[in-house]
């Protein structure tokens, strides 16, 4: 595997953030404290109106349903309308999951996939893309370009933009020809469009839209996510919309697995997709932190790379990331190294821009 660590139980590597136990170790040292921008987890409020409409559906007596009630998925559908000028999707184009971490780490095996099947993941990547794959006994070839994979018939084909770890937006020319790549090999193509709102620079786009697609959902799925854009990672909900079919099929074997979102959770993310309000004033918070952190880290000697959207920096001093990694534990600041993510991560590490106003402060003042 691309990641980085000793095996465990012969399967899976070292959980990777565990490697940084003793950088965290150190930077918490540091007099004013630890400032930990190696995790993507939300710290601003959750917003009022989401927790209201949880508190107001926890009578919940009974098991929820595996696809989620109408008014949750119709909730999904006008949203992407209205955010991204998506239109022709109803309720039956969207199932709900229980994070999309879920959904990634379980889609290969779900779908049926195994040893003999091919899953196509980015060069720098989201870890559990790997590890999923691998858990299905599936064979992972990592590449960013249809040309480099040459006559190769996968069954699945990862994108992801904007990007974790690298904040890289692709366009709707790239993304419409590796659909029309996987769609003339049988291949399922799946976008995971999780930080698809925050976008700084360029306009991202959604492989639903019909300037990437043509108008047809065969042969695609899009995973999104309302853990960053409504500050929700601890009540686990997302969705993944796309291809009826396969949203028929997950749907039949999630049912005897029993994979459902809490009845009172689905209440919330009804009311977090119909308000953008708070969604608008998170991506001005994280603007704000972004444009103090890598001016920061600009000051110091780094170099920013990509970091068109998403929540992170993708910053190199131009060597190996573990140094850079000691460097800035020695100032108190933990970061996830680039090879987390891959080899071409070797010298880059991902700043996360998920961390209060005082902690990014705190960093930048350190920097400097």
């Not at 940084?20 to 150190?26: D, H, I, T, V």
């Not at 004013?32 to 919940?60: C, E, K, M, R, W």
């Not at 994979?149 to 904040?167: E, K, Q, T």
Request: charged share 20%; glycine share 8%.
């Amino acid at each position: 595997m691309s990641t980085q660590g000793k095996p465990v139980s012969g399967r899976f590597p070292e959980f990777p953030w565990d490697t940084l136990a003793a950088a965290k170790q150190r930077a918490a040292e540091h007099p004013d404290g630890l400032v930990d921008l190696s995790i993507g987890t939300p710290v601003d409020p959750t917003p009022q109106v989401v927790q209201q409409a949880l508190i107001a559906a926890a009578d919940a007596p009974g098991y929820p349903t595996v696809l989620g009630p109408e008014a949750m998925r119709q909730a999904v559908v006008d949203w992407l309308e209205r955010r991204f000028g998506i239109t022709g999707l109803t309720a039956d184009h969207v199932l709900a999951t229980i994070g999309s971490k879920e959904l990634i780490a379980n889609l290969p095996v779900q779908l049926g996939l195994g040893a003999g099947d091919v899953v196509v993941v980015p060069e720098l990547a989201y870890p559990t893309y790997e590890v999923g794959a691998r858990y299905a006994g599936c064979e992972v070839v990592a590449a960013d370009s249809t040309v480099a994979l040459g006559p190769a018939r996968p069954a699945l084909v990862y994108v992801n933009s904007p990007a974790n770890p690298h904040g890289r937006i692709l366009g709707a020319d790239h993304l419409r020809k590796v659909l029309e790549w996987t769609r003339q090999r049988g291949a399922l193509l799946v976008s995971d469009e999780c930080y698809l709102e925050f976008a700084w620079e360029g306009e991202p786009v959604s492989v639903l839209h019909p300037d990437v697609n043509g108008g047809s959902l065969e042969g695609l799925l899009a995973v999104h996510s309302l853990s960053k854009r409504s500050n929700l990672a601890g009540y686990r909900d997302a969705f993944v919309v796309g291809d009826p079919a396969v949203v028929v099929e997950l749907l039949a074997v999630r049912k005897h697995l029993g994979f459902m979102v809490p009845t009172p959770v689905q209440a919330a993310m009804v009311a977090a997709l119909a308000d953008d309000a708070h969604v608008d004033e998170q991506q001005r918070r994280y603007l704000a932190r972004r444009a103090q952190l890598r001016g920061a880290l600009e000051s110091a000697g780094f170099t920013v790379d990509h970091s068109e959207g998403a929540l992170y920096l993708w910053a190199t001093r131009g060597e190996p990331c573990r140094d850079t990694i000691d460097w800035l534990s020695e100032r108190g600041i933990l970061a996830a190294p680039g090879d987390f993510y891959g080899a071409a991560g070797a010298q880059h590490v991902r700043i996360a821009l998920t961390a209060t106003d005082e902690r990014i402060a705190a960093a930048a003042s350190r920097l400097r």
